[in-house]
């Protein structure tokens, strides 16, 4: 056996894996396969915590109404029989100077209690402004505000116009009532303060105590605040500041509480991330990362930009940086860069907002604690972790009662955004920021070379699986993704033994929508630049190598950059030979093969530019034409005109020595080594493992561009409409390392990162294309392409599926939908919501073809119907004129149409109810609304099912029992399925009490279906199972193993009935291994 590598491709919804064996000049495919699982979003959660909000708000809402009830009666002003009053607004007017009777008064309280406004008494960290919003504030008008949607804002807005006009709540909203028609919306928000102000002005013109106003005052103000969680002293919950452990009632902040602990000192708390440490620690670590023109930052050169910009001012950008080291920027390499390639740099957001916040207060000097780094850690510290003000004010002080005034706790107290936790503590910057000063290792060679990992690696010592970092920072999408990777891992230590080599590639995008609108934009893209080229090309026929040539050419100004000449376009379009395509650093040195690193050049002159950059070529004597001055100062020109980015720029003035090893190394870090957060949890955890177990197995983690470059060389077109690309893409990714250039430079990389320097500063050869491109690879590479162009099922690559067995799923969609019973029959009621729209045009087609009964109204509202008809048949439509729709055309002449009463003032008629269909699958919620109706309900529907389950009854045929999700009981010991309710659905499906049960089906289990699907011929097919889709009829929904959505069948409807032959159940397991299920037991628990 040689050597056994993993390639692992983790998606967002997806791991592609496959395993070789090495072994000479031959290559062998182990297994390879992928596994599909959902997006790992937050959405479901979020959904839970809005409708749990909205549940919470609800309730204390009713309990203030009822502590509210209980006070007046305790006070004499209502008895038990007392309804509230219409008009309430009127009410609430006359009381602001006038004694109000009993049931008025009560009518104003319950109706300011109910409605009390927002209590945003603490700092907003999810809505802060910088100075620039505060501006733009300033200027939009309430309509502007109410289109941004900002509730903050807009508060903000209506309590500057209440004190402005000197009015209160009731009469400014009197006034739009009057204006407008209307009250509610998001327009007609105010502060719990402006509701107390109002309040109190009316109790001040009755005759009630002070105890009263008192107590009514504080129903309206009373607040759980978020950061104070559920429960009390008195009603502890683990979920809360007071709890119970080991059987003492303990008190613990929420914030604190939740607060994570340090991923290399575990017992630490971690520091917030926007202290000053926190910032410092990264900011060093970037400038630890940058390589100057072939040097590093020194120790003098990063206290001088700390002392003069992060101190001064909070950040540095990088530009300011260049001219701080008397560089140009594009001779700096090693940023981190945005999603548009933009350098960034660290900046020192939570101390800035400090800086900001006395600035804003007039404060002309910097307050000398501001420059006491630990004082400024202490007050982000308070910030992040105490959300009350009068809490921040107190924290604050007891810093130094000294130093920090009223005036300063004040000021300190209502900052915003001071939010998160970095995974680092305060402990482990402490030593890591004097290494990254002192040194030019970035954070990991310097956690590597001291040590300080191997705390990590000691948990998992021992340990036959390895797990997941469940310390990490991940969003729920990469830790989904990262969790389903190492379920592969371990499953296929567990087939095939270790590997020699795990490689790794990650997503590149945080979430699908991502992923699909940078494969939109990238699209759009490549049709402009294509169409731009046609254009220049005229008449000739362009191939994928010409589109190219063309798209350089206009890129570079029509001038070969080597020589400075002009290219001849006629000699470009049909000389095949006259110009070529370069890389400007050579591919085996920047494994770069996108655009950014590509030029146009005259053949003879890209011959003799060889394996060398630009500057050496045009520094080496053997150019005939410009100098590098030249060269240079073009290139600029064509940034500045933004032909080019400036990653391309970079790349035509590097001047560094690419023969040299330290460069090599930061090709590496660049454009090989995937270097990201994400990545790096992985890398470390299998790393970590590994080591702690003393196994050899080597990791690596690769960047997509990589993988993108082989697939592109080797003609391997991803078929996204199947899962298959995914296995080409590990099977890739494991291939890599037969480049013997990507296997070297991943191999110095690994000893680089252990600690261990490979670098022994002697030159080093430029290898050419081949060093990268091996033939040997891409013969490979080449046998893989009827696995990427298949779409149908292959049994030699193993699909797995994860199955969803969860039970507290949402039960239906959110939409209330209303039923009326006709004739004994239940429909479900459906509404065109503007006849004067484009819906009006619908509704007189169904008119005009005599479908009256269709509509409500032509029974409730017999003589409007008819109204309605008439305008139908009697309006003249001219459609040229774009005149389709016969209410709109009335309304143009005659206004909006009316009910028909007797004073001819009925109500507007803009919305028609109609019988949409007959009622199916629902969830009837009547009693919670209608609790007296008869002839009409509330619905639910699309009840989700939870599972399905399968009998064969005596006479051979089969059938199924579907339990949902609002079907499942709970008790002590979980959810469950009622066992009566189970024996009646049974009794209704025809399911005897000695039918053989079968098996019971989930989301995404597999099943085998023998069907006659011509008689006399039986068809075996498997699938994966969805869901029941029609009960009554038997239906069920399936789909292919190897695809969601097949182009030619958008869904695969089976319906259980007399040609289903067989059934039979499948497991599989992580690897996507299929076994069949012999015997199954009901489960009702």
Request: hydrophobic share 35%.
């Amino acid at each position: 056996m040689g050597k056994k590598i993993l390639g692992l491709d983790i998606g967002i919804t997806s791991v592609g894996w496959g395993i070789l064996n090495f072994e000479g000049e031959k290559i062998e495919i182990i297994d390879k396969g992928v596994r599909i699982f959902p997006e790992g979003t937050t959405a479901e959660n979020e959904k839970r915590r809005l409708h749990r909000s909205s549940r919470r708000i609800k309730r204390r809402r009713q309990q203030r109404l009822i502590d509210l009830k209980a006070l007046l009666k305790r006070n004499n002003i209502i008895d038990g029989n007392f309804k509230t009053l219409n008009d309430p607004y009127a009410i609430r007017n006359k009381g602001l100077s006038q004694k109000l009777t009993n049931d008025e008064l009560a009518t104003a309280l319950f109706h300011i209690v109910k409605r009390r406004g927002s209590c945003l008494d603490v700092i907003d960290d999810t809505d802060a402004h910088n100075e620039s919003d505060t501006k733009a504030k300033k200027e939009l008008t309430l309509e502007e505000l109410t289109q941004k949607g900002s509730s903050k804002m807009i508060l903000d807005y209506n309590g500057k116009l209440l004190r402005s006009r000197r009015v209160f709540v009731s009469q400014l909203q009197f006034e739009r009532l009057k204006q407008d028609g209307k009250i509610r919306g998001i327009e007609n928000i105010y502060k719990t303060q402006d509701y107390v102000t109002e309040a109190e002005e009316i109790l001040k013109h009755q005759k009630v105590s002070t105890e009263f106003t008192k107590a009514v005052i504080d129903l309206i103000k009373r607040k759980r605040e978020y950061f104070d969680g559920p429960g009390s002293q008195s009603s502890p919950t683990p979920y809360g500041q007071w709890f119970f452990e080991n059987g003492q009632l303990k008190h613990m902040d929420m914030i604190e509480k939740m607060r994570g602990k340090c991923t290399i000192f575990k017992d630490e708390p971690c520091a917030p991330k926007m202290s000053y440490s926190a910032d410092l620690f990264n900011f060093l670590n970037d400038l630890n990362n940058l390589d100057i023109n072939g040097r590093s930052i020194s120790t003098e050169e990063k206290n001088g930009i700390i002392d003069q910009f992060i101190k001064v001012k909070g950040d540095i950008s990088p530009k300011e940086l260049a001219d701080f080291l008397g560089e140009d920027l594009s001779l700096i390499s090693g940023f981190r860069t945005d999603k548009n390639e933009k350098p960034l740099l660290t900046g020192f957001s939570g101390y800035k907002k400090l800086l900001l916040a006395f600035k804003e207060k007039n404060h002309s000097q910097m307050p000398n604690f501001l420059k006491n780094q630990d004082f400024v850690d202490k007050i982000i510290e308070i910030l992040t972790r105490v959300k009350g003000l009068e809490s921040r004010r107190k924290e604050l002080s007891e810093i130094d009662f000294n130093i920090f005034d009223e005036e300063k706790c004040e000021i300190l107290a209502n900052i915003s955004g001071i939010v998160g936790y970095h995974s680092l503590s305060k402990k482990a910057f402490d030593i890591l920021i004097p290494e990254l000063i002192e040194t030019s290792d970035n954070q990991m060679e310097i956690m590597a070379k001291s040590g300080l990992l191997g705390n990590r690696r000691k948990n998992y010592k021992g340990l036959k699986e390895i797990p997941a970092d469940e310390e990490a920072i991940l969003s729920p999408v990469a830790k989904r993704a990262q969790n389903e990777a190492l379920k592969v891992i371990n499953a296929i230590r567990k087939r095939y033994g270790e590997m020699d080599s795990i490689i790794i590639e990650t997503a590149r995008d945080k979430n699908s929508l991502e992923e699909k609108q940078r494969i939109n934009k990238e699209q759009q893209r490549g049709e402009v630049l294509n169409k731009q080229a046609e254009e220049v090309a005229g008449k000739t026929e362009l191939n994928k190598k010409i589109r190219q040539k063309i798209r350089l050419y206009m890129e570079q100004d029509g001038k070969c950059l080597y020589s400075g000449l002009s290219i001849d376009l006629n000699r470009l379009l049909n000389e095949p030979n006259a110009y070529e395509i370069d890389h400007i650093i050579p591919i085996s040195i920047s494994l770069d093969d996108s655009f950014n690193n590509k030029v146009l050049v005259l053949s003879d002159f890209n011959a003799l530019k060889g394996n060398t950059t630009p500057f050496q070529f045009l520094k080496s004597g053997k150019a005939r034409g410009w100098s590098f001055e030249e060269f240079k100062s073009h290139c600029q020109k064509l940034r500045k005109d933004h032909r080019i980015s400036d990653k391309k720029l970079q790349n035509f003035l590097f001047e560094e020595d690419i023969t040299r090893f330290s460069v090599q190394k930061e090709f590496i870090e660049r454009n090989l080594v995937d270097t990201r957060y994400a990545s790096r949890v992985i890398l470390n955890t299998l790393t970590d493992y590994f080591k702690a177990n003393g196994l050899s197995t080597k990791i690596h983690t690769v960047r997509g561009s990589v993988t993108s470059m082989l697939r592109q060389r080797a003609g391997l077109h991803k078929n996204r409409d199947y899962f298959y690309h995914h296995v080409v893409d590990g099977l890739l990714i494991a291939s890599i390392i037969e480049s013997k250039q990507i296997d070297r430079y991943l191999d110095i990389y690994q000893m680089e990162s252990r600690g261990i320097n490979p670098d022994t500063g002697e030159i080093m050869e430029v290898a050419g294309e081949q060093a990268i491109f091996d033939p040997k690879l891409f013969c490979f590479l080449s046998s893989l392409k009827d696995i990427d162009e298949a779409i149908t099922f292959r049994n030699d690559i193993r699909i797995s599926h994860k199955i969803d067995r969860k039970p507290n799923r949402q039960f239906t969609d959110e939409t209330l939908y209303g039923v009326r019973k006709v004739e004994g029959i239940n429909y479900r009621m459906g509404r065109f919501k503007d006849i004067y729209g484009p819906e009006g045009t619908t509704v007189a087609k169904e008119i005009r073809d005599g479908k009256d009964q269709k509509f409500l109204m032509a029974k409730n509202d017999p003589a409007t119907f008819e109204l309605l008809k008439k305008i139908v048949f009697n309006t003249i439509l001219y459609p040229e004129k774009k005149e389709n729709n016969p209410f709109a055309e009335f309304k143009k002449e005659n206004g909006f149409i009316k009910k028909v009463s007797k004073n001819n003032k009925g109500p507007i008629v803009k919305s028609l109810k109609y019988y949409f269909e007959k009622l199916g699958n629902h969830l009837d919620i009547t009693k919670k609304y209608l609790p007296k109706s008869s002839e009409t309900k509330v619905v639910l529907l699309q009840i989700k099912p939870f599972r399905t389950d399968f009998y064969r009854c005596k006479n051979g045929k089969f059938k199924f029992v579907t339990i949902r999700f609002s079907d499942l009981k709970q008790d002590k010991e979980g959810l469950f399925v009622d066992e009566i309710w189970y024996a009646q659905q049974k009794a209704k499906k025809g399911i005897l009490v000695d039918d053989e049960f079968l098996f019971s089906l989930n989301r995404n289990e597999y099943l085998e279906i023998c069907k006659e699907d011509v008689p006399g011929h039986q068809a075996k097919n498997l699938y994966r199972f969805i869901a029941t889709n029609t009960d009554q009829a038997s239906i069920i929904e399936v789909k292919q193993l190897y695809c969601n959505v097949e182009k030619e069948k958008p869904q695969i409807m089976v319906s259980i009935g007399n040609k289903i032959k067989n059934i039979q159940k499948f497991h599989h397991d992580v690897l996507g291994n299929i076994y069949k299920v012999e015997k199954e037991v009901l489960h009702l628990r």
